[in-house]
């Protein structure tokens, strides 16, 4: 069975920092491509940061880049989402996902708010 557990969000300061993980289970993890999707209130969910399975060809939205890494760990079937200088717009449920698999885990909150 596939799960995805989210964790690591929170209430945080603009320009502060937040680091999410995504333990992955029920699949051969280290060969599927992985990805953070985020949705805020009222909008659609979107693609924040992707990765391949092999750790490398990161790439981001538009709107992150440059503030946010995207990493992970096949050894511990985890993938990470560090967020720096962090905006009230980066606000929204953060999900991470696997390539061709319709799963989703519950996501965790990210609140940017002074």
């Known amino acids: 069975q596939v799960q995805f557990v989210e964790s690591g969000g929170g209430l945080v300061q603009p320009v502060g920092s937040l680091r999410l993980s995504c333990a992955a289970s029920?699949?051969?993890?280290?060969?599927?491509?992985m990805s953070w999707y985020r949705q805020a209130p009222g909008k659609q969910r979107e693609l924040v940061a992707g990765?391949?399975?092999?750790?490398?060809?990161?790439n981001y939205a538009d709107s992150v880049k440059g503030r946010f890494t995207i990493s992970r760990d096949n050894a511990k079937n985890t993938v990470y989402l560090q967020m720096n200088s962090l905006k009230p717009e980066d606000t929204a449920v953060y999900y991470c996902?696997?390539?061709?698999?319709?799963?989703w885990g519950q996501g965790t909150q990210v609140t940017v708010s002074s």
């Open positions: 996902h696997a390539y061709r698999l319709d799963y």
């Open positions: 990765i391949s399975s092999t750790g490398g060809s990161p």
């Open positions: 029920g699949f051969t993890f280290s060969s599927r491509p």
